[in-house]
């Protein structure tokens, strides 16, 4: 589906989908109960995908605080260009794309961002040989919704949509692969 539903981390609704979304701006915590079933979520072969709106470091840090807090024994990983993700075995053939970078030049930042062309830059926690998160600190969201301004670090529209079908498609073959195992268990 692609209605869109607002979840909270402690919605039991949440077991229901393969894959969640979450995204912002700001400086977040979770409490221990959303630590809980995020994890316990993630446990059962589910995946989190996350990316800081316009580049959002607090954003950034909260989301990075979380995962250490529910995994203290692993790091984040930049996910290899190489990797099924960004393959056409997947979807769409991403080991290639256009990324927004401001200004850095502060007379012109709010007038000029550069266009980059290079690898995607995401980040994964594995959990069983999958990526249970997957996370880029570079805007995806404001992008999908072609509202990237150019002071907005994050993906060119076309590339922004690429990348979230790959990793939605990711995320059902996970999934599924998940569901597969479980019944050769039982």
Do not use: W
Request: hydrophobic fraction near 35%.
């Amino acid at each position: 589906s692609t209605k869109q539903r607002d979840l909270a981390a402690t919605d039991p609704n949440m077991f229901q989908y393969p894959l969640v979304y979450m995204h912002g701006r700001s400086n977040f915590q979770f409490g221990s109960q959303e630590r809980r079933q995020l994890q316990e979520y993630l446990a059962r072969g589910n995946v989190l995908f996350a990316d800081a709106c316009c580049g959002s470091p607090q954003f950034d840090k909260s989301f990075r605080n979380l995962i250490a807090e529910l995994y203290p024994n692993k790091k984040f990983e930049r996910i290899s260009a190489d990797h099924e993700m960004f393959s056409t075995k997947i979807g769409y053939d991403i080991r290639r794309v256009k990324r927004r970078m401001p200004a850095t030049d502060n007379s012109q930042a709010a007038l000029d961002a550069a266009l980059q062309e290079g690898e995607p830059y995401l980040e994964g926690i594995e959990i069983d040989g999958r990526y249970a998160i997957i996370y880029s600190k570079y805007d995806i969201s404001c992008a999908l919704e072609r509202q990237a301004s150019v002071a907005c670090a994050g993906y060119a529209h076309e590339d922004a949509v690429r990348i979230a079908i790959n990793v939605v498609r990711y995320a059902l073959l996970q999934d599924i692969s998940y569901k597969r195992q479980v019944e050769e268990i039982k």
